[in-house]
Nanobody
Framework: QVQLVESGGGSVQAGGSLNLSCAAS????????????MAWFRQPPGKEREGVAA???????RYRDSVKGRFTISKDNAEATLYLQMSSLKPEDTAMYYC???????????????????WGQGTQVTVSS
C-alpha cells in the first residue's frame, strides 16, 4: 500500500509561483522501485477533477495544454517525492491539487482518473487576480 501526502499549496496573486510536493510512503521498497507512474490532478471549484501533468517510470512527462510552459513535473525516486513547479499562475489554476500513483500504468491514459489507484488528500491552490 502506498500513501501519498501533498504539501506546498497556498494563496498567490496572478503571475506568482508555487511548488507542490507529494511524499510517498508505505512500501519499504518504494524508494528503489521506479516502475510507478505518477501524476498531478486538480479539481477546480464546481468542476470535475482533471489531469494536470504526469511522469512515467522512464521519466517521460506529459501536460495538459493549458499548463504547458508554465508547470514542470518531476520526481525524485531516492526521496520518493513528486514535485510540481508552477509559475505564471492564473486565476483559472485555482483548484484542489491531488497527487496520484499507479504501478505500470498506461501513459496514453495519463489524464484519466481510473488509471490511478493511489491518491493523496489534496492541497489547495488559490490564485487571485
Amino acid at each position: 500500500q502506498v500513501q501519498l501526502v501533498e504539501s506546498g499549496g497556498g494563496s498567490v496573486q496572478a503571475g506568482g509561483s508555487l511548488n507542490l510536493s507529494c511524499a510517498a510512503s508505505g512500501r519499504p521498497a518504494y524508494t528503489n522501485d521506479d516502475t510507478y507512474d505518477m501524476a498531478w490532478f486538480r479539481q477546480p471549484p464546481g468542476k470535475e477533477r482533471e489531469g494536470v501533468a504526469a511522469v512515467d517510470f522512464n521519466g517521460g512527462t506529459r501536460y495538459r495544454d493549458s499548463v504547458k510552459g508554465r508547470f514542470t513535473i518531476s520526481k525524485d525516486n531516492a526521496e520518493a517525492t513528486l514535485y510540481l513547479q508552477m509559475s505564471s499562475l492564473k486565476p483559472e489554476d485555482t483548484a484542489m491539487y491531488y497527487c496520484a500513483a499507479v504501478r505500470n500504468g498506461n501513459p496514453g491514459a495519463w489524464y484519466e482518473e481510473y488509471e490511478y489507484n493511489y491518491w493523496g488528500q489534496g492541497t489547495q491552490v488559490t490564485v487571485s487576480s
